[in-house]
């Protein structure tokens, strides 16, 4: 992939293209999250999952109508060169448009962070038992360096796209360095340190800074789909408010970062043909069902501590990560 080329040029299929995410979607999802943390016991915490796996891509999406595009890809490559060029101009614009929309749900974001997080109880003491506190420990401090990356690698990569396409990557960045200071405060809220390293965090990130930027945004797409369900139900029924507060905070941000990558990748995947696109998903499945496999065994002791069994939360994973995939892909 040469630099952003394929944000700039790719012409959509059809008319109408589904935007995962919309200043009008938000409310909606903060409804639906904060409605997981008040749930009943450990029977509605695994139904409210599956009803988020199964409710995730239809509550999230909204269409937005290209007005310009009623030409398949086929019509687009029989006009002559001029008309070519304006189509893909037409697309750039709509692109641009996309994200920023983008821009401007990450700055109205901050508001609702600093809401959150000033109703929380930071300093109040974690009275769990020791087996709960080291397990959401464990958890945390593995996360902490997960979400911990500066971004550099993915941000110079995207230095071929748009101004609106950087400012958003750049603004994605942003939350997810705050997820990583999140997990650090609630492992300070457990009386933990954050670690120093670990090898696991160590080969991804050198993976992924060899690969492009549409590689790179679909390996972020994998690790994110299969945290999710972790991530609700640790909003859900983690063991005391600050742990539930974290959870909740991240998942309803993760779930429009999930949104925004799936339209950066949309714009990636749209004139791949349906046998490269079948290809594509058949490696990103193996990457995803490794990922789960590595969190609920890693995790699985935290996954307990909530109430989740792993090889139940495994399943929602590779639940989450299918539609995720599928509304990337198209």
Not at 165 to 174: D, G, K, S
Not at 214 to 231: G, K, S, W
Not at 310 to 328: E, V
Request: net charge positive; glycine share 8%; aromatic share 6%.
């Amino acid at each position: 992939m040469q630099g952003c080329a394929w944000a700039r040029s790719a012409a959509p299929r059809s008319s109408r293209t589904t935007v995962t995410a919309t200043d009008t979607g938000i409310a909606r999802h903060a409804v639906r999250v904060r409605a997981l943390s008040e749930g009943g016991g450990e029977g509605a915490g695994s139904g409210r999952l599956a009803h988020w796996a199964g409710e995730s891509n239809r509550t999230a999406a909204v269409n937005v109508r290209l007005d310009a595009f009623h030409c398949t890809l086929a019509k687009v490559r029989a006009v002559t060169p001029l008309q070519r060029e304006m189509l893909a101009g037409r697309a750039a614009v709509a692109a641009d448009d996309q994200f920023a929309r983008w821009i401007m749900h990450f700055a109205n974001n901050r508001a609702r962070h600093e809401a959150t997080e000033v109703s929380v109880d930071w300093d109040s003491p974690a009275a769990l038992p020791e087996g709960v506190r080291n397990a959401i420990t464990h958890s945390f401090q593995r996360f902490e360096l997960g979400e911990g990356g500066d971004g550099e690698h993915l941000l110079r990569k995207a230095a071929r796209c748009s101004p609106a396409q950087q400012e958003a990557l750049r603004l994605l960045v942003v939350e997810e360095q705050q997820h990583s200071e999140l997990f650090a405060r609630g492992l300070q809220h457990l009386g933990a340190s954050t670690l120093p390293g670990h090898w696991s965090d160590r080969v991804f990130t050198r993976l992924r800074r060899i690969l492009g930027l549409r590689t790179e945004l679909a390996l972020f797409l994998a690790a994110e789909a299969v945290a999710m369900p972790y991530f609700v139900v640790l909003s859900r029924s983690g063991p005391d408010d600050v742990i539930r507060a974290v959870g909740t905070r991240i998942a309803l941000d993760e779930e429009h970062h999930l949104a925004f990558q799936i339209d950066q990748l949309r714009l990636g995947f749209a004139a791949t043909p349906p046998a490269g696109r079948a290809l594509v998903f058949a490696v990103w499945w193996c990457v995803a069902v490794g990922a789960g496999t590595v969190l609920a065994i890693d995790h699985r002791a935290a996954l307990r501590a909530c109430g989740l069994a792993p090889r139940s939360y495994w399943g929602s994973a590779l639940r989450s990560f299918r539609r995720a995939a599928a509304a990337a892909l198209g």
